[in-house]
């Protein structure tokens, strides 16, 4: 279901240090995932995705891991920079192109 | 490639009136297109689905005579917020589907207001 009334989780972090944004997902069906990045009165820009057939990704400073058993999905981005300071929302897509949006972890990067 | 565009950014209107989103795929056809809603701190929230020269398909809960969904074209959705009380103050994120894929691009939002 959605997360509507749910503050969003935050993490905070020194700059230069790794970040993990976690995320559980709801349906099993789902075969495709996105993390997006939201900064404040903007929409959401991809990051990365990976399909349900891979368990892990990687991309520039990211790495996208997929947990299928405990429907868990992690964004892991290196050497954290004030720049990723932004909220962060994994998206599931179930086999009908809907798409669902998980709470949102909002990360906040200290010089 | 793959831009969406909204308009407006911004609205601030009085209770009672209408107000009207342009949701824009620059470059690229979207046979789809989808609606969202945001409050402050929140996750995104699906409200309908838009397919170019249909009805749109609306999510649990959401009004479909209040939120009127128009996908004319392959370019362009528009909502249509009616009769807007302040409750309906909120982000409003259309996004695009280009087909082929599964990604969806997003456009910036526009922030509405209601008084």
């Known amino acids: 279901g959605e997360s509507v009334g749910l503050h969003l989780p935050t993490l905070s972090v020194q700059e230069g240090d790794n970040s993990i944004i976690n995320c559980a997902y709801s349906?099993?069906?789902?075969?495709?995932f996105i993390w997006y990045k939201q900064e404040s009165g903007k929409g959401p820009q991809f990051i990365i995705d990976i399909r349900s057939n891979m368990d892990k990704r990687q991309g520039q400073r990211v790495t996208v891991l997929l947990n299928k058993t405990v429907k868990h999905l992690s964004l892991q981005i290196a050497a954290t920079q004030p720049g990723d300071s932004a909220v962060y929302f994994c998206a599931e897509i179930r086999n009908n192109n809907d798409m669902r949006f998980g709470a949102g972890t909002r990360l906040t990067v200290k010089p | 490639g793959a831009v969406v565009s909204q308009h407006p950014s911004w609205v601030i209107c009085k209770s009672g009136t209408s107000v009207k989103i342009e949701c824009r795929s620059l470059d690229f056809q979207a046979t789809t297109m989808f609606w969202y809603r945001q409050f402050p701190k929140q996750s995104l929230m699906l409200m309908a689905t838009s397919n170019e020269g249909s009805k749109a398909t609306y999510e649990q809960g959401v009004e479909k005579d209040k939120f009127l969904i128009n996908h004319a074209s392959l370019t362009l959705s528009t909502l249509t917020v009616t009769s807007a009380h302040p409750e309906d103050s909120s982000f409003y994120i259309c996004s695009a589907d280009s087909g082929g894929t599964d990604t969806q691009y997003f456009g910036p939002g526009t922030r509405l207001t209601v008084l």
């Open positions: 349906n099993s069906a789902s075969d495709y």
